[in-house]
């Protein structure tokens, strides 16, 4: 599946500063954001990956990824002096200031003319596309919150499989304030990464909904103090067993079978003999 470039210029776009503040904002909380994007080339397949280029006199270079929305239906509508648009899902905007720059994309991507602005529609060859992604992971750090999830645009997206997912488990700033209030060690389980895995599971756990979804209307405000908890993935798995309302805290906490070790402990070779033969000598 082709993979095509669009050109956002700071300079020529009325409220840019406003559309790019929103759209970045959106995604933090949705994870994605589609947007009617003008366009003058007649096809685009609905599911091509989208890579937006920062195209400013003084800013330039890669800035963002997305995908042709379905809604699109494969085609642009008519053309950009006609009022024309795709509509295209963006699903990560690097912040102001940090996308990757123009030098940097002409030394690693070099079939590509970065410097000649290339323009909105223009089709990337399966090699630059390659080179092209090898680039974004490098430069685009993982989330902190869903680390296995792979980075928007690291993967084709004909390699990937979207499923709806709860908005209020993604929303990044509900999500820290989460943390801060509760803590980082599971709300069932009481497994703490950073104290199994050092520094390398520092300020790392998911984060649990507890208001079912089907009390979630159309007027529902989140507290994120109140109505997430943090939880380690074997206790979120095991909360989402149940549909359509997940187990509770409580109920995973009664579930857990009692253990004849203490929660985190470590036993050696010569312990675990040792309780061998006491069992043994207890059974006799």
Known sequence: MTAIMLGWDPDHREGWQFAYASAADTIRHDSVVSIRWPVSFPFVAAGADVWILLQGAHERGLLGHGTVAPSSLGTADRSADDGGSLTVDLDLLLPRGEHITESVLLDRVPGVGWDADPPSGTSLA???????????????????????????????????????????????????????????????????????????????????????????????????????????????????????????????????????????????????????????????
């Open 126 to 284: 399966p090699w630059d596309e390659l080179l092209l992604r090898t680039v974004w992971a490098e430069r685009v750090p993982a989330s902190v919150f869903d680390p296995v999830t792979p980075i928007p645009g690291t993967l084709p997206t004909s390699a990937l499989t979207r499923i709806a997912v709860n908005r209020h488990e993604r929303d990044a700033d509900a999500v820290r304030q989460c943390i801060a209030h509760h803590g980082t060690s599971c709300a069932v389980c009481r497994f703490n990464f950073e104290e199994s895995y050092g520094e390398l599971g520092r300020g790392f756990i998911q984060v649990h909904h507890i208001v079912p979804g089907l009390r979630v209307d159309a007027d529902y405000v989140l507290d994120p103090l109140t109505d997430l908890v943090p939880l380690c993935p074997n206790c979120h798995a095991m909360a989402h067993r149940r549909t359509p309302e997940p187990y509770s805290p409580a109920e995973l906490r009664r579930l857990i079978r009692p253990s004849i070790h203490l929660a985190g402990s470590v036993v050696d070779p010569v312990e675990l003999r040792a309780q061998e033969d006491a069992a043994r000598i207890l059974g006799s």
